[in-house]
């Protein structure tokens, strides 16, 4: 049985089959079902209560204004500042921050009526690929609880794929929102860098953070990119180009298009499973009208290395704001220096000590030139292969993962749990616009199709990704329900 979209909702709403406050009610219930995952650090009671009663209000004078994601539920990643709500980044060191301001993106789908019910969890400071790194402890995922989720926004693709929320809203770094999207089997949409505002995100890596929605259906993500793109002014990285109208591509379908298979993303690393989803995939493609023909990216091999200098050395830059002085934990000792190193030693969790040490190393004197530099030239490579690529083809089309979601703790060492991010990262550095949807099933695990687009080419992206979910029932099929449960929310 299909759960309800964001539009299904909608129309119950305006026909007066229910309330905001009832389906805020109904997702809060089955996120508390849920426990046993621990995709959800914190309710945010007092504000859902608020902005229901504010849907309600609008739903009521003008539910022809109303635009249609308001009254619909939802939960945003613990990294995303809302004014009043315990906000902490999966991490001990921010354990009791209060943001005196709402982020730009959030703030955009509340005054579009869209009610949170929860924070969820993530990897600490979003620097993860399993959800494993949260300060609060691992999130599981839906399909199968002894497996991860992904990461870093594990815990907002575990609540859509449970069938708790209709959408949530995670951060891509590196395939922060992609990799869990193809790992728990539903649409996740990073959107061209700059589109979506990040004031209001705790940074990880500031040239290539992004916000963006998870959702089941391609739809219900395009209509939460559209709630929150568009230009600000209190982010220096925004972008002031137009947002292109996304309702006026969304159906038209794929006939005529061209669509590149990188040749370096199908090379070797694929597990078998993953590969013939993926290749399942090109076929419809090519059957719902498209042209597929194979394209290069020579430097994908160097992408990996070139993110994990760039991102640790941001990452690096960013944090040395958290020091326990001004807010958050903070460990009091006879001396400043003291206090502030213990705080730090105590607050951040191994994985963000690594990658602060990494970054710090490659910005510091006499090998800047040698890694930061060059990364920086090497991005520079990447991001003009992907130019001549789309000289030739609309978009590119590829596996998300090269793997399907793997058990906890199996990659306790950070290469092996880098490498999988390895087909996501490159459009992180390019910052393109980036979507994974479900295209198939390995070993009872769901594999993602990645769809990539030029520059600001959201709407494409998403016009591609749903005439593929058009055809195919793969984002209808719920995780199995856990040994001795009745079933999941629906």
Known sequence: MSRPTVA????????????????????????????????????T??????????????????????????GIPFAYKDVLCVEGVETTAGSRILQGYIPPYTGTALGRLLDAGAVPVAVTNCDEFAMGSSNENSAFGPVGNPWDPSRVPGGSSGGSAAVVAAGAVPFSLGTDTGGSIRQPASFCGVAGFKPTYGRVSRYGLIAFASSLDQI???????????????AMAGHDPRDSTSSPTEVEPVDEQLGRGIEGMRLGIPREYMAEGLEPGVRTAVESAFALLEKLGATL????????????????????????????????????????????????????????????????????????????????????????LIAE????????VDALV?????????????????????????LTLPVNLAGLPGISVPCGLSEG???????????????????VAHAYQAATPWHEAPPPPPPGAAGRPS
């Open 45 to 70: 009671d007092e504000l859902t209560e608020r902005q229901a009663a504010r849907a309600a209000r609008s739903l009521a004078e003008s539910p022809e204004k109303a635009g249609p994601l308001c």
């Open 445 to 463: 695990l769901p594999v993602g199709l990645q769809v990539i687009g030029p520059r600001f080419q959201d709407a494409r992206v998403l016009r």
């Open 385 to 392: 292969e992907f130019d001549r690529a789309f000289e030739k």
């Open 212 to 226: 963006g929605p998870f959702a089941r259906q391609v739809e219900d993500a395009a209509h939460v990119f559209t």
């Open 398 to 422: 590829c596996p998300t993962s090269p793997i399907v979601a793997f058990p906890k703790g199996e990659r306790s060492d950070p290469l092996s749990m880098y490498l999988c991010d390895v």
């Open 8 to 43: 299904d909702l909608g129309a119950s709403l305006r026909r007066g089959e229910t309330s905001p406050a009832e389906l805020a009610a109904a997702s809060r219930s089955a996120l508390e079902s849920l426990a046993g995952l621990h995709p959800v650090l914190r309710y």
């Open 293 to 380: 023909e194979e394209v290069s990216l020579p430097s994908t091999p160097a992408a990996l290395s070139t993110y994990y200098i760039i991102a640790p050395a941001e990452c690096s830059a960013n944090l040395a704001r958290m020091d326990g002085v001004r807010f958050g934990f903070h460990v009091d000792r006879p001396s400043l220096t003291d206090s502030y190193l213990e705080t730090r030693g105590q607050g951040f969790g191994p994985e963000v000590k690594r990658r602060i040490m990494l970054g710090t190393y490659a910005l510091s004197s006499g090998y800047y030139d040698a890694y930061y530099r060059k990364a920086q030239k090497v991005r520079t």
